[in-house]
């Protein structure tokens, strides 16, 4: 693929900006510096009250597409406004205080062109503090061509359990924009990305996830996800009740509040034989959905369910519980699955200390999570 080719396809990357003055320039900087070179760089800034603005004027580049807005939209519209101001024909998502790797356009769209049933992929991150060289950052970032980790059927098992979508590291074809009413939420402040994400898995599109680590995410203070536990709180149940009900149809409205009770440990279940009873039926409703429609990896999703229903029930005698679940697959299927007691006892020990945490300390003196 010839990089500097009138041919190759346009990359909209979207950079919505709101008073980024302190990180703003190593941003656009990674992004200018890609080695693919057909860009165009989506700015809009929610009138910002420092020198965001000045900053990136400062940049001569013709690629840059400056827009100020006249009254402040929110991250959400102002999104939003980004994206319908977008022409490319692939998506590149960048926030105002992460770094891109030079080869992350490149890497990315090359998956893509490589994949024409292929709607969009995100890759993994570098997480990192305000006080770390560049130098470092950019050691730890890919450069190596794209290894796909996951795909849309392994992604969806991760996705009952833990979220593996990135947002600031997403790529996609734009064509699938027009599928969506809203792809931002308004109402919501922290978690509208991840609701974005649910909208996708709704319509069942090919999505990856690559192992290679193309963004590093910037960790401080100012970070949208960390200024309000109780918004954080709120969203994500709101985020995890539409996400479960996208990938599970048949859910209850108890199986839905049930299953984020035992995923975000804040309201453990009580471990009696009512709670077993709906563990194992919920499970097994699983196992059986995914038979019929083929939404889930099989053979992931079984491991999956199976050492959660570990988990759940202690690490002691749990064999004889689990043959409840063999009504499509025999214990001896899912045997080579409960091996691994010591990784399970750390996870387990993990998720206990987390849960009192809860429980005495109360939410709010948690330490805080990663956007």
Same mark, same amino acid.
Request: hydrophobic share 40%.
């Given at each position: 693929?010839?990089?500097?080719?009138?041919?190759?396809?346009?990359?909209?990357?979207?950079?919505?900006?709101?008073?980024?003055?302190?990180?703003?320039?190593?941003?656009?900087?990674?992004v200018?510096?890609?080695?693919?070179?057909?860009?165009?760089?989506?700015?809009?800034?929610?009138?910002?009250?420092?020198?965001?603005?000045?900053?990136?004027?400062?940049?001569?580049?013709?690629?840059?597409?400056?827009y100020?807005?006249?009254?402040?939209?929110?991250?959400?519209?102002?999104t939003?406004?980004?994206?319908?101001?977008?022409?490319?024909e692939?998506?590149? @998502?960048?926030?105002?205080?992460? $770094?891109?790797?030079?080869?992350? /356009?490149?890497?990315?769209l090359?998956?893509?062109?490589?994949?024409?049933?292929?709607?969009?992929?995100?890759?993994? @991150?570098?997480?990192?503090?305000?006080? $770390?060289?560049?130098?470092?950052?950019?050691?730890?970032?890919?450069? &190596?061509? #794209?290894?796909?980790?996951?795909?849309?059927?392994?992604?969806?098992?991760?996705?009952?359990?833990?979220?593996?979508?990135?947002?600031?590291?997403?790529?996609?074809? &734009?064509?699938?924009?027009?599928?969506?009413?809203?792809?931002y939420? #308004?109402?919501?402040k922290?978690?509208?990305? =991840?609701?974005?994400?649910?909208?996708?898995? /709704?319509?069942?599109?090919?999505?990856?996830?690559?192992?290679?680590?193309?963004?590093?995410?910037?960790?401080?203070?100012?970070?949208? =996800?960390?200024?309000?536990?109780?918004?954080?709180?709120?969203?994500d149940t !709101? @985020?995890?009740?539409?996400?479960?009900?996208?990938m599970? #149809?048949?859910?209850?409205?108890?199986?839905? %509040? %049930?299953?984020?009770?035992?995923?975000?440990?804040?309201?453990?279940?009580?471990?009696?034989?009512?709670?077993?009873?709906?563990?194992?039926?919920?499970?097994?409703?699983?196992?059986?959905?995914?038979?019929?429609?083929?939404?889930?990896?099989?053979?992931?999703?079984?491991?999956?369910? /199976?050492?959660?229903?570990? $988990?759940?029930? =202690?690490?002691? %005698?749990?064999?004889?519980?689990?043959?409840?679940?063999?009504?499509?697959?025999? !214990?001896?299927?899912?045997? #080579?699955?409960?091996?691994?007691?010591?990784?399970?006892?750390?996870d387990?020990?993990?998720?206990? =200390?987390?849960?009192?945490?809860?429980?005495?300390?109360g939410?709010?003196?948690?330490?805080k999570?990663?956007?």
């Open positions: 693929m010839s990089k500097d080719s009138v041919t190759s396809p346009l990359i909209s990357v979207i950079l919505p900006t709101y008073n980024g003055e302190k990180y703003i320039a190593e941003t656009l900087e990674s200018l510096n890609q080695t693919y070179k057909n860009l165009e760089v989506i700015i809009v800034d929610d009138c910002s009250t420092d020198t965001t603005i000045k900053i990136i004027k400062s940049y001569t580049d013709k690629r840059i597409k400056l100020l807005n006249e009254k402040n939209l929110g991250i959400a519209n102002n939003n406004k980004a994206l319908s101001l977008a022409t490319g692939f998506i590149m @998502m960048q926030d105002h205080d992460d $770094i891109s790797s030079p080869y992350r /356009a490149e890497g990315m090359k998956v893509l062109l490589e994949n024409k049933d292929l709607t969009g992929l995100n890759s993994k @991150m570098f997480y990192f503090d305000t006080g $770390i060289s560049k130098e470092m950052i950019y050691k730890n970032l890919s450069i &190596s061509e #794209p290894v796909v980790a996951l795909n849309e059927k392994e992604l969806a098992v991760e996705n009952l359990f833990d979220i593996s979508f990135l947002h600031p590291t997403i790529m996609y074809r &734009s064509s699938v924009l027009k599928l969506l009413d809203t792809p939420t #308004p109402e919501l922290v978690t509208a990305d =991840s609701l974005l994400f649910v909208q996708f898995m /709704a319509l069942r599109i090919k999505w990856y996830v690559l192992e290679n680590k193309y963004v590093a995410y910037r960790i401080h203070e100012t970070n949208t =996800s960390k200024n309000d536990l109780n918004v954080n709180y709120r969203e !709101i @985020m995890l009740q539409s996400l479960l009900k996208a599970l #149809p048949f859910a209850t409205e108890e199986d839905i %509040n %049930n299953h984020i009770a035992v995923r975000k440990r804040n309201d453990v279940l009580s471990y009696t034989g009512k709670t077993n009873e709906w563990i194992i039926h919920y499970y097994n409703m699983i196992i059986k959905y995914n038979l019929e429609s083929n939404v889930f990896d099989h053979e992931i999703l079984l491991k999956k369910l /199976a050492v959660k229903f570990k $988990i759940f029930l =202690s690490l002691s %005698n749990v064999l004889t519980p689990l043959k409840a679940l063999k009504y499509y697959h025999s !214990i001896e299927e899912l045997k #080579p699955y409960l091996e691994s007691d010591a990784v399970l006892l750390k387990w020990f993990k998720r206990f =200390s987390r849960a009192m945490k809860w429980y005495f300390l939410n709010k003196k948690l330490p999570d990663k956007k």
